[in-house]
C-alpha cells in the first residue's frame, strides 16, 4: 500500500527559496500522478501543482505560477516542489497526494487516493 511521506519543510524568510519533497514507499511512484495541496492558516485547501506519471505535464496555481516548479525522479520515488520567491500568503501546511492512473500524460486535481500527513511551510521574517 503506497504511503506518502513530506519533508523540507520549515521557516524561511520572504524572497527566499524552499524545496520540499515527497517520498513514496510501498509502491513505485511511477504508476500514480502526484499533486501538491496546501491548506493555510483558517482557509480552506488549494491545488497548489500536479505532475503527470512521467513528469511531461505539469499544472500551476495562478497563485504560484512562475514561482513555484513540481517535478519528480520516479528512480527515488520522491515528487519535489521548488518553491522559489517565497511570500507571506504561502504560508501553509502542504500536502502531497497520489492518484493511480494508467495514463502517463495525465494532471488533475481531483481522484486523489493516498495522502501524506503534510509539513509546514512558514515564511516570516
Known amino acids: 500500500q503506497l504511503e506518502l511521506v513530506e519533508s523540507g519543510g520549515g521557516y524561511v524568510q520572504p524572497g527566499k527559496s524552499l524545496t520540499i519533497s515527497c517520498t513514496a514507499s510501498?509502491?513505485?511512484?511511477?504508476?500514480?500522478?502526484i499533486n501538491w495541496f496546501r491548506q493555510a492558516p483558517g482557509k480552506g485547501r488549494e491545488g497548489v501543482s500536479c505532475?503527470?506519471?512521467?513528469?511531461?505535464?505539469?499544472n500551476y496555481a495562478d497563485s504560484v505560477k512562475g514561482r513555484f516548479t513540481i517535478s519528480r525522479d520516479n528512480t527515488k520515488n520522491t515528487v519535489y516542489l521548488q518553491m522559489d520567491g517565497l511570500k507571506f500568503e504561502d504560508t501553509a501546511n502542504y500536502s502531497c497526494?497520489?492518484?493511480?492512473?494508467?495514463?502517463?500524460?495525465?494532471?488533475?486535481?481531483?481522484?486523489?487516493?493516498?495522502w501524506g500527513k503534510g509539513i509546514l511551510v512558514t515564511v516570516s521574517s
Open positions: 505532475i503527470s506519471r512521467n513528469g511531461d505535464i505539469t
Open positions: 497526494a497520489a492518484a493511480p492512473t494508467s495514463l502517463p500524460n495525465r494532471c488533475g486535481y481531483s481522484g486523489m487516493r493516498t
Open positions: 510501498g509502491d513505485t511512484l511511477d504508476q500514480y500522478r
